[in-house]
């Protein structure tokens, strides 16, 4: 399963989940209710919403706690099994929460219903499980129909590689892709010149491949590799945040987390970097599925009055999609409203003399190819919204460095110019706003804009940012740096 399947399968879980246990505190409620004349105690409605602990506060502690303790990373046992398992923990960690906060906010726990836990213990678990078996059924079909695969690229020149292709492609032909072998250097690989996957570069190009062929894991012969070539291999993976896997071999932990996955029938050692912490991670991605949340749905009439004027306006999309840098330097497709005229990218090297910014920076404030209706949606930053989209889907955060365009960035996410910034920002995702967009936006040059990505990257923390989305609004209003 790729990358993204595997990151919109863990999101659909937990909202899946969410919704699934709502719908289950509501039932608890209604069958303790409806069960009044077989207990001693009979409650009526305004009884059983005091004695209830707040459904909101229960399920966004459940996110938060949840995304912290790994409730949804995948496990390495059997994926049914695993299903259930976390199902469970899921359930206990829901009553759990739900008596804790009982505890709190209902005189110290002296005054909460008893049965409407048990109800909630039954039906939770059906739900939880049923939500589970939902998806999980899902993703199995498309997998089996070749909808959902893995690509991959294989590092090795001789006959190990060629070895490992036909085991992979014997035994998972319809989940993974092998899109190509990398080589140590250029001219090397003939062991596997045989096998109908294509050498596609050297070991120095993995950065622009990875971003070329979209690839999800790359998986290295560790005997037909120099010990700095692999380094190398796992500096990149580390970086652009996808697994690297590598044959049996003794490798410097320093800075890695290195465990055993298996692929098929075959054994692989697997590499990931340790960047921030879990802590770190699981409170800035619980805050931003909680807000993102709110606000796809708080602003839903918006985006559809958006989305018909730029539909009425001017011909083309009402999306405009393009590969932009993420976290790491992974391209992933970013979404906003169309503020262009239809086939813009094309003009763009016709107005490139009229660029008002330098390094890897293009705006022109009366751009001629900007529609009247979406000059007026970037004064107010309205075009930005659907990225709400690019953070339910994690590709994105509410706050952090703005994304770039994949075309004004080297083909591995980086800059040879302005290197120590290039690993900088790729640290954390992009965003939605950050520091350059409260400041004034355009109106700031490209040397301030790498100061504050820098400074965005080592002084963060959820009240940093919670700062940031505060002065958003009223930077928004203002216009300042529009165009």
């Not at 303790?69 to 994926?79: I, Q, S, T």
């Amino acid at each position: 399963m790729s990358l993204l399947a595997r990151r919109e399968l863990r999101l659909l879980t937990l909202l899946g989940d969410l919704a699934a246990m709502s719908v289950a505190f509501k039932a608890a409620v209604t069958l303790r209710l409806a069960l009044n004349p077989v207990f001693q105690r009979q409650l009526t409605e305004a009884q059983m919403d005091y004695l209830v602990p707040p459904l909101g506060l229960v399920l966004l502690l459940w996110a938060v706690v949840g995304v912290w303790v790994g409730l949804y990373r995948p496990r390495r046992r059997p994926f049914m099994f695993s299903t259930a398992v976390q199902a469970i923990e899921a359930m206990a960690l829901v009553v759990v929460l739900t008596i804790v906060v009982a505890f709190f906010v209902r005189d110290l726990g002296r005054d909460y219903s008893r049965s409407f836990i048990i109800f909630l213990v039954a039906l939770g678990s059906a739900a939880l499980l049923a939500n589970r078996a939902i998806l999980a059924l899902g993703f199995f079909l498309a997998s089996r129909r070749g909808l959902v695969r893995e690509r991959i690229l294989l590092v090795g020149a001789g006959q190990g590689a060629s070895s490992l292709i036909h085991r992979l492609e014997a035994s998972e032909n319809r989940r993974i892709e092998i899109c190509g072998v990398v080589t140590p250097a250029a001219g090397l690989g003939a062991g596997v010149l045989g096998n109908p996957v294509p050498i596609v570069g050297t070991v120095e190009e993995l950065p622009a491949l990875i971003n070329r062929y979209r690839i999800d894991r790359v998986i290295a012969v560790e005997k037909e590799i120099p010990p700095e070539q692999m380094h190398a291999c796992i500096s990149v993976c580390t970086r652009m945040g996808i697994p690297f896997n590598h044959t049996a071999g003794r490798l410097d932990r320093t800075a890695m987390r290195v465990g055993v996955t298996e692929l098929g029938n075959v054994l692989l050692i697997e590499v990931r970097g340790i960047e921030f912490t879990r802590v770190q991670q699981a409170v800035k991605r619980a805050f931003d599925l909680l807000v993102a949340s709110v606000l796809m749905v708080l602003l839903a009439p918006l985006l559809a009055a958006l989305a018909l004027a730029v539909w009425l306006t001017s011909s083309g999309p009402v999306l405009y999609v393009a590969p932009r840098v993420g976290k790491g330097g992974r391209y992933f497709p970013f979404f906003k409203f169309r503020t262009m005229v239809r086939g813009a990218d094309a003009q763009r090297d016709g107005v490139a003399a009229r660029n008002e910014q330098k390094g890897h920076l293009f705006k022109i404030r009366q751009d001629p190819r900007v529609t009247t209706v979406g000059r007026l949606m970037r004064r107010f930053s309205l075009d930005e919204l659907p990225q709400l989209l690019n953070v339910l889907r994690g590709q994105m955060s509410l706050v952090g460095p703005r994304p770039l365009p994949a075309r004004d960035l080297d083909p591995d996410g980086g800059s040879r110019d302005y290197r120590v910034w290039a690993v900088q920002r790729t640290k954390v995702p992009p965003g939605i706003t950050g520091l350059w967009q409260i400041r004034g936006r355009s109106d700031l040059g490209f040397e301030e804009m790498l100061r504050l990505d820098i400074a965005y990257v080592r002084h963060w923390s959820i009240w940093l940012d919670m700062k940031i989305l505060a002065n958003t609004i009223p930077a928004v209003l203002r216009g300042r740096g529009a165009c």
